[in-house]
T-cell receptor
Framework: GQNIDQPTEMTATEGAIVQINCTYQ??????LFWYQQHAGEAPTFLSY????GLEEKGRFSSFLSRSKGYSYLLLKELQMKDSASYLC???????????FGGGTRVLVKP | EAQVTQNPRYLITVTGKKLTVTCSQN?????MSWYRQDPGLGLRQIYY???????DKGDVPEGYKVSRKEKRNFPLILESPSPNQTSLYFC?????????????FGPGTRLTVT
């Protein structure tokens, strides 16, 4: 089985940096996704990590350590529109099932 | 425009009345999946399909059926809905020769079972 932990909520100031952690225990691993979901909307893809290390995409970066069962999503130069939930998801060993964490709600304040 | 569509977007029904939520994608994706999202429980996978006529259970398949007769369509069937199936449902699809890469989500279907 798989178990994924994320903080429930975080608050940060516009222009600042926020790091959202995701820790997991799994019997098989084939990659880790990060999705953004605004209230009442569908999730949208942010990043996918399968190897250890940092993936950077503009203001967003995602890091993975497979040996530690740990990932984080780094949001830089926060904007008000970044207020949303951020979902960590594991791709299982068979490569077909996807298990989501409960999500972290980020509130950006002026 | 590349998209995943779901219908209906909102549905209120009564216990036991069979219903189908349709999902269609126009990106020729092989992989399609259904999720439900509930407060405090996050997104949970119901069923997924690797290709036409190939479907498999996710984490919460009880009370649901799916079919994949065509590549573009993946309907979700509730044969006898119950109040605990009140939820927000998302369909998603992705390419990658049968593997999951970037998933595109539909807009969601909010279902209420009374």
């Amino acid at each position: 089985g798989q178990n994924i932990d994320q903080p429930t909520e975080m608050t940060a100031t516009e222009g600042a940096i926020v790091q959202i952690n995701c820790t997991y225990q799994t019997s098989g691993f084939n990659g880790l996704f990060w999705y953004q979901q605004h209230a009442g909307e569908a999730p949208t893809f942010l990043s996918y990590n399968v190897l250890d290390g940092l993936e950077e995409k503009g203001r967003f970066s995602s890091f993975l350590s497979r040996s530690k069962g740990y990932s984080y999503l780094l949001l830089k130069e926060l904007q008000m529109k970044d207020s949303a939930s951020y979902l960590c998801a594991l791709r299982g060993a068979a490569g077909n099932k996807l298990t989501f964490g409960g999500g972290t709600r980020v509130l950006v304040k002026p | 425009e590349a998209q995943v569509t779901q219908n209906p977007r909102y549905l209120i029904t009564v216990t036991g009345k069979k219903l189908t939520v349709t999902c269609s994608q126009n990106m020729n994706h092989e992989y399609m999946s259904w999720y439900r999202q509930d407060p405090g429980l996050g997104l949970r996978q119901i069923y997924y399909s690797m290709n036409v006529e190939v479907t498999d259970k996710g984490d919460v398949p009880e009370g649901y059926k799916v079919s994949r007769k065509e590549k573009r369509n993946f309907p979700l069937i509730l044969e006898s809905p119950s109040p605990n199936q009140t939820s927000l449902y998302f369909c998603a699809s992705s390419s990658g020769s049968g593997s999951i890469y970037e998933q595109y989500f539909g807009p969601g279907t909010r279902l209420t079972v009374t």
